[in-house]
């Protein structure tokens, strides 16, 4: 596994394993805020708790993406 930022199409490491019969490019892409808060609210609405609030925005700060700091 190799693990990429952004490969343009014209990149030779994309290139490489786009060509080749034992690897595969896949692109990831990060979800968005409304993304995320809809399927956060999915999950904890129905829960009816006062901490849903508190449990809401914890969530939303951790998901999504790279923490800060974090390797690229």
Do not use: W
Not at 22 to 28: E, K, R
């Amino acid at each position: 596994m190799i693990e990429a930022g952004e490969l343009r199409p014209e990149s030779p490491l994309r290139k490489a394993c786009e060509r080749a019969k034992t690897a595969v490019a896949i692109g990831c892409y990060p979800d968005g805020e409304r993304d995320l808060a809809r399927l956060i609210d999915g999950r904890i609405g129905s829960v009816g708790s006062a901490h849903c609030n508190d449990a809401r925005a914890t969530l939303l700060s951790l998901l999504g993406g790279r923490p800060p700091g974090f390797p690229q």
